[in-house]
């Protein structure tokens, strides 16, 4: 019965602890009830639960955290810090009424194993699945109609949680039966009670841990983490230097930019010597008036979620030509977590743009399985020597010029690019054998739908980042030209999907990218 599904996740969201906390102060009566119950096993809400001063939930709260804790001799807490980072993400994104985010069945899963290890599946009514719903959704959708559903999917390969408790795989189906927002945790191919009492578990390093390491930071259980605020207009901190370009990147996290004359883009690589790193490229289009020799700087600061900088840099930079356009790029350091970026462009100390972009980062480390984000070009170049290790968007001599904008005309080369993680590596040839199936689909500026266009199974030809092969980072590369259909596409919005299969390990890869077209 649909009630009896609807109670058992009301049921999950009120989570493992819960009691009477009469003699404790609101800084924590409330603690054991937010979304920190999700990562607390029964045997610590038990003793919660017996819990009656302050100090005696304080002395809880400063050893949960640190047994929990991966790197114990260090005074950095990280398993704190990306639980907090992902409960700010929830709140800020799955809010829903008077619920907050954090406290939602997607805020829940979202807390637990982070944004899902591959693209999450979506559906509504009949249009969305077309024939190719099995008979059970068939059956669903017949007695709910107005049904939409959506599914998360992680993989071992990608979610360092499910390798800690065994699990290969985890599907999570959540349900929004009248179409308000409300989406509900269903029971699915996936036992949720065991799995998140396993990750709780699983989520202490030190079981025996009894008192607290000196360096330890105690902070107020019911306040995050006390953000760090941007510095004051002309402060210099380490990077930015120059009065002006600080105060214009302090403006731009205050909200305060010009009308928007540039696109920033970003990639996660992993370099042949199994550095994770991520390029950053401002791109320039044509429209923004400026000339090659506008800039000689180029400038910027990332802060994490909780406001903290992260990452400063004021260093000499020109203006490279794509065609018509411009850009400059830079690679950047940064682990998983949510963080925010402004980049921007100056001339003898005086900044002439600046813009921002949000930063989604998941860490892939040297031995992950999987892809990058599939990225579009309309511009390539030959180096006149090799690239150094972790140049932005560089491999090798082969220079690739994201297009940032994701605007293309209708008579240009659609270029794609995916970073390939760890394939299967064929004993003979000592390389990977990948097959790979292009699909085009889109609607006209008119909201027409325009036939799909497939490409035939193919089989590229993977590159060895390293220069060698073997097991390690590969590349598939290649382009569409737009320009030699016997009819050109019609201006809209596209998106190019690639369904990449290796053949060694059985393991198939989906992604996509959306772009706009003009005529």
Request: aromatic share 8%.
């Amino acid at each position: 019965m649909k009630l009896g599904r609807i109670t058992m996740a009301a049921m999950l969201c009120t989570g493992l602890a819960s009691a009477s906390f009469a003699a404790l102060s609101s800084t924590f009566s409330d603690w054991a009830k937010g979304p920190v119950q999700y990562v607390m096993t029964p045997a610590e809400a038990a003793i919660w639960n017996q819990l009656t001063t302050d100090d005696q939930a304080q002395q809880f709260v400063d050893l949960f955290w640190a047994k929990r804790d991966p790197t114990p001799s260090t005074p950095q807490n990280e398993f704190r810090e990306e639980y907090d980072a992902r409960v700010k993400y929830a709140d800020d994104h799955f809010v829903r009424g008077h619920t907050r985010g954090a406290m939602t069945d997607l805020g829940k899963i979202f807390i637990l194993l982070g944004p899902p290890s591959r693209p999450i599946q979506r559906s509504t009514a009949d249009a969305a699945l077309g024939g190719q719903m099995s008979q059970p959704q068939r059956e669903i959708q017949s007695a709910t109609p107005n049904l939409s559903r959506q599914v998360w999917l992680y993989d071992d390969n990608k979610s360092a949680e499910l390798k800690k408790i065994g699990l290969r795989s985890a599907e999570f189906d959540f349900t929004d039966q009248f179409g308000s927002g409300q989406w509900t945790l269903e029971h699915g191919k996936t036992d949720i009670t065991s799995t998140i009492r396993q990750l709780a578990q699983a989520s202490i390093v030190s079981p025996t841990l009894t008192s607290i390491p000196a360096f330890e930071q105690r902070r107020p259980a019911s306040q995050p983490p006390a953000p760090v605020a941007a510095p004051a207009a002309g402060a210099e901190v380490t990077g930015v230097k120059t009065a002006s370009l600080q105060a214009a990147v302090t403006g731009a996290f205050g909200g305060k930019t010009e009308p928007k004359q540039a696109t920033v883009t970003y990639a996660e690589f992993v370099a042949p010597d199994g550095d994770y790193y991520v390029p950053l490229e401002l791109y320039v289009p044509a429209s923004a008036g400026l000339t090659a020799d506008a800039a000689d700087t180029i400038f910027g600061q990332v802060q994490d979620a909780n406001g903290k900088v992260v990452s400063t840099f004021e260093e000499p930079a020109r203006l490279t030509a794509s065609k018509n356009d411009f850009f400059v790029d830079k690679t950047i350091s940064l682990g998983t977590g949510e963080y925010k970026a402004v980049v921007g462009l100056a001339k003898a100390g005086q900044p002439i743009l600046v813009t921002t972009i949000p930063l989604v980062l998941k860490k892939v480390e040297k031995d992950e399985v999987g892809t990058s984000k599939l990225i579009l070009w309309n511009h390539t170049y030959e180096l006149s020597e090799a690239a150094p290790v972790k140049s932005p968007f560089a491999f090798g001599k082969l220079k690739i010029v994201p297009k940032a904008d994701m605007v293309f005309g209708n008579k240009d080369e659609l270029g794609y690019f995916i970073e390939v993680h760890n394939p299967g590596i064929d004993p003979v040839a000592n390389l990977p054998k990948l097959q790979m199936k292009l699909e085009l689909t889109g609607t006209t500026t008119a909201g027409k739908p325009v036939p799909p266009m497939t490409a035939p199974l193919s089989d590229p030809n993977p590159l060895p980042l390293a220069g060698a092969p073997g097991a390690g980072q590969y590349a598939v590369i290649g382009s569409l030209p737009l320009g030699e259909l016997k009819t050109p596409l019609p201006a809209g919005d596209y998106t190019l999907k690639v369904k990449l299969i290796d053949t060694i390990t059985k393991q198939t890869y989906n992604i996509d990218q959306k772009f706009k077209l003009t005529s």
